[in-house]
């Protein structure tokens, strides 16, 4: 039981802080320029330009939200079958 909680900090860890989905902005209107995954604290991409605004890395929450309840229930799942199977 502990191991399967450890993996799942070191998830939560991967995807929480690492691996962070983010939308590209530019603009004043905050215009759509692509989607990565990327650390939680990048911010501006640095010598990139279009129409001469900087591209910014927005937190797309909803992807955020929807990924960590996932891995939340896969663990969960997997924590109950483990203890129903040691019954």
Known sequence: KQWITFLYMIC???FGVLFVPFNKVWGPQREFDSF?????WSGIEHGREINGYNV????????LLVELLLLTLIFTSIYIFI???NK
């Not at 990565?36 to 939680?40: N, Q, S």
């Not at 910014?56 to 992807?63: D, F, M, P």
């Open 12 to 14: 939560l860890l991967v």
């Open 36 to 40: 990565t995954f990327a650390p939680l």
């Open 56 to 63: 910014i890395y927005e937190l797309a929450t909803g992807r």
């Open 83 to 85: 203890n129903e199977k």
